[in-house]
């Protein structure tokens, strides 16, 4: 035996918790499978995977390139429109939020039931809210701005509250010792070391609330889910097609913007 | 282009010396985004004063659902079960299924490019598709049941740990594997030995927090009749019976709150 086996066999093993965690997975995996009933699948199955595919690879071009309020374009805008002023009500209303539970700007207990709030707004889901905004504000996509705005809340402070942990405080005694008032401390001291970090998660955010615009169709807040789900109940799969791609090409589009964005402002 | 149409402001240095400072820029982006925020006020119609006269609407609602209807929950029990059910099978099913995807999406390891352009497309694709989408495609394809859901969960965590993967793949030190090719190991079995340690960590750890969001999601695709809770959520809010909604938010955001917690303590274990 030389060195270098000595050594492997000297590596310190742990064995029995990774046998334990695998059996572990491997049985709430088996436990999982009896979730599945396979009778619910239907002949029909394969015939309507067919003709949805054969809707996308032929979509209905003009409807997709369709300016007009009924058409893939219009709905596109309109679910952009729900996303981006979804998220910049949910950031400004977000920002105070943020102060309130971060625990070097506020005493300890008053942070930690903001976060107990915030924590609450994020685990309901966004179809609930939607659902619930219905109620107050009727179908349209008003509703949807007012769901997108209450669903970003919860993310956007969270990662706020991490920027505004992480300030520099050391900038401020050297302000102090030159004889800044309270505001040009705020004003240089703490805006241009939080602007960059928030606009950079409101950017983010944006990005992940096209998806859920785009979903909140199916409870009638607007954008381009309620035609999505229509026209896949009447089976026009051509439409389903084009209202697709559209939403794929425009996702894609909008986080390829947002990466190339972020990456600019994090790099200064 | 900015540049020339407002040009830098010239500053003469003492010494003689000009410098040019930029103009900012920030008054020019703040013009953009009120244009941006006026135009999407006209496109969602949206008034202040609906929300002024019918706002606290919200709030009576949720009145309403305090305090939650204790006796609903025994039957609760089983389709919460369903929907923790679904989002572990998907995401287990999900994150296997992601390493040789991610495999063939990693530039360094497969030289083909045409197969790694495919693959990322394929991945792409997947990925800016919302869960809800592909749970609605999966209904009409299996039927309506957790087989749909869990069909819909498995693609996204799929495309989610896939991508992070590849990059994760790609960013790994190629020393190793490039001397165990010499030896005469085989690419995948070099793969196995000299890259998928390195990134083994990561991959639990990117798997575990995409099932701590699966459940969330999981939540709400029985509205789509996918499987689940979230067909509850939507009879307790069609029939107004806001105490049963009550107690299933409470119930989800209990469960939720759990396996966040053990999924955090075991990824904080793992980096």
């Known amino acids: 035996m030389d060195a270098i086996e000595k050594q492997l066999y000297a590596k310190p093993r742990n064995n029995n918790y990774i046998y334990i965690i695998s059996v572990v997975i491997l049985g709430l995996m088996i436990w999982s499978l009896f979730v599945i009933d396979f009778g619910s699948m239907e002949e029909s199955g394969w015939t309507i995977a067919k003709s949805i595919l054969s809707g996308i690879v032929t979509p209905d071009f003009d409807f997709l390139l369709d300016f007009t309020t009924q058409g893939v374009m219009y709905l596109l805008v309109e679910t952009i429109a729900i996303a981006f002023l979804g998220t910049i009500f949910g950031a400004i209303l977000a920002i105070p939020l943020a102060f309130l539970s971060a625990s070097n700007v506020v005493p300890k207990p008053v942070a930690f039931i903001t976060r107990l709030l915030l924590i609450f707004i994020r685990t309901i889901p966004s179809l609930v809210y939607g659902l619930m905004f219905v109620r107050v504000a009727g179908q349209g996509p008003f509703t949807g701005v007012l769901t997108v705005a209450l669903i970003s809340i919860g993310m956007l402070a969270k990662l706020f509250v991490d920027a505004i942990e992480d300030l520099d405080t050391s900038i401020f005694e050297s302000m102090t010792s030159i004889g800044c008032t309270t505001f040009e401390k705020i004003r240089f001291g703490i805006v241009p070391q939080l602007t960059a970090m928030f606009l950079s998660i409101g950017i983010y955010r944006f990005d992940m609330n096209l998806r859920e615009a785009s979903i909140l169709g199916l409870v009638g807040a607007g954008g381009i889910g309620a035609p999505l789900i229509f026209a896949m109940n009447a089976y026009r799969w051509n439409e389903v097609g084009s209202i697709l791609i559209g939403l794929v090409v425009l996702i894609f589009i909008v986080e390829i913007w947002s990466n190339h964005m972020r990456n600019k402002l994090v790099r200064g | ?271």
């Open chain 2, 1 to 271: 282009m900015f540049d020339k149409i407002f040009p830098p402001k010239q500053i003469v240095l003492p010494n003689g010396k000009t410098v040019s400072e930029k103009r900012s820029r920030t008054p020019l982006i703040l013009v953009l985004v009120l244009v941006a925020v006026y135009l999407s006020i006209r496109f969602t119609n949206f008034e202040f004063m609906v929300l002024a006269t019918s706002g606290h609407e919200f709030f009576v609602i949720i009145n309403e659902m305090i305090p939650p209807k204790w006796e609903y929950l025994p039957h609760l029990w089983q389709p919460l079960l369903d929907t923790i059910m679904m989002s572990i099978l998907g995401s287990v099913l999900g994150s296997l299924v992601a390493v040789p995807v991610a495999y063939l999406a990693a530039s360094n390891i497969i030289k083909s490019k045409i197969v790694v352009m495919v693959a990322r497309l394929f991945l792409s694709i997947l990925r800016t598709m919302p869960t809800l989408v592909s749970a609605l495609i999966a209904t009409f394809i299996f039927g309506l049941g957790t087989l749909a859901g869990t069909i819909a969960i498995f693609l996204f965590t799929l495309a989610y740990v896939g991508k992070l993967l590849y990059e994760q793949i790609e960013n790994a030190s190629m020393g190793a594997f490039e001397a165990m090719e010499s030896i005469g190991i085989t690419r995948i079995q070099a793969f196995r030995y000299a890259i998928f340690p390195q990134v083994l960590p990561n991959y639990l750890s990117t798997s575990l927090f995409c099932f701590e969001g699966n459940v969330r999601y999981a939540a709400i695709l029985g509205y789509v009749g996918a499987g689940g809770i979230g067909l509850l959520l939507d009879e307790g809010l069609g029939w107004r019976d806001y105490t049963s909604v009550g107690m299933i938010l409470l119930m989800l955001a209990i469960t939720v709150f759990l396996i966040e917690t053990v999924s955090e303590y075991f990824r904080k274990k793992l980096i």
